[in-house]
Structure formats: C-alpha cells, structure tokens
C-alpha cells in the first residue's frame, strides 16, 4: 500500500457523536426532513451548509460541481447561474439532474434527483440582484432552476457502519419511503 493510501486511511472520519434516524418515525413529506437536516446543519455553525454536489448529464456522462442551494418551495429546490454555463447548456438538453448535500459535523448525506424547471425572469432578477457583486444591473443570463424531486435518499451515519438509509420515491401525487438496505449497509 503506497504512504498516500496510508495516510488516507488513518484520517479522522465520522465524529464521536452522531444523530440517530428511526425509519418508522420520519415524516410522510421528504421535504419536511431535508429541512429539519439543513437547519441542523445550519445550527451547526459550519461553513456552506447550503452548498452541495451538483449532477448533470453531459450527453449522458454524468459531470458534477459545487452549488449553493437558494431555496425550497412547491417549485422544488432552487439553485442559480448562467443560462449559458455549461451546466445551463446541458440543463437545456437534459433536465435529469442530482443533488448531493453532506454535513460533516452529523454524518448526514442527502441525495435528491429529479428534472429541473427554468423560473421565471423575476424570480432570476430577484437572485441576481442578492449576490454580493451585484452592481445595479440586470443580467438576461442569470437564471434560477428548481430541481423537482422524484426521488430522496437520506443517510445518517454510523460509527459501527451500520449506516441508517431512507428512501422517497414520488408515486403519483403522493410520497411513498422505505428503509434502504444494500451492500454498502
Ligand atoms: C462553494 C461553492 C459554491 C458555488 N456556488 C455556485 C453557484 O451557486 N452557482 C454557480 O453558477 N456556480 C457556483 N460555484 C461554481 C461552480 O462549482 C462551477 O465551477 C461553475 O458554476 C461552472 O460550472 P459549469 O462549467 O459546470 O457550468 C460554486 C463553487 C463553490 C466551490
């Protein structure tokens, strides 16, 4: 094994103490969960809890990066940028796309897909003009989508592994979830 996987491997991982996730208590709506998560993450105190991974598919290969969650509302999970990124452009020619939020500090992922809907030019002039950097001017490229989900997995670690894992799969109007059991736990 080379020093580098060494290394690796004896970085610290989960922290000591880490929430529990009952599957047969949590909430029928996913986004109730997620929320209760974020303002935990929130709470926290840690740096960019609203960011996340990020996953589009570049003519079917999946290509991922960095954003910053901007909302959540009946519209779905809000994320902003260019309409002429190469994000936006592949958004364009594929709506599927995934989002993938990990708090360190409480050993949770949440894994979100779904397809994505431009917003409308004042929700997008609205974002614009909250940026730090805004100076006063409109920007016609700027441009809001919301991620509407099809699909939630949320996974709360745990120090034995035995990771707790919950699915949400939209069926019909309605949500419908179960425990997730795989190989990886
Ligand atoms: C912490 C963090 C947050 C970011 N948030 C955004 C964002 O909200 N919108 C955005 O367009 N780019 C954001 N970026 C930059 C993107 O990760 C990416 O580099 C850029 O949008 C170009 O992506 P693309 O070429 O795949 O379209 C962020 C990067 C980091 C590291």
């Known amino acids: 094994m080379s020093d580098l996987a060494d290394r690796l491997r004896a970085l610290p991982s989960f922290p000591e103490d880490m929430p529990d996730l009952d ?4 909430p029928e709506d996913p986004a109730a969960l997620f929320l209760d998560w974020l303002e935990d993450a929130i709470a926290s105190g840690a740096r960019q809890p609203h960011a996340m991974t990020f996953q589009t598919l570049d003519g079917g290969a999946p290509v991922g990066r960095t954003l910053i969650l901007k909302d959540l509302d009946e519209r779905g999970l809000h994320v902003s940028t260019h309409r002429t990124s190469r994000k936006g452009e592949q958004l364009a020619a594929d709506p599927r796309a995934a989002m993938t939020f990990f708090w360190r500090e409480s050993g949770r992922q949440v894994q979100v897909g779904g397809e994505v809907v431009a917003l409308d030019e004042a929700t997008s002039q609205a974002d614009w003009a909250s ?55």
């Open 23 to 26: 599957p047969d208590s949590v």
């Open 131 to 185: 940026r730090p950097s805004y100076d006063g001017s409109p920007n016609p490229d700027w441009q809001v989508y919301a991620l509407q989900p099809a699909w939630y997995e949320f996974t709360q670690s745990r120090l034995d592994r035995k990771h707790v894992r919950v699915g949400y799969r939209r069926e019909g109007g309605a949500w419908a979830h179960e425990r997730v059991t795989t190989p990886a736990g």
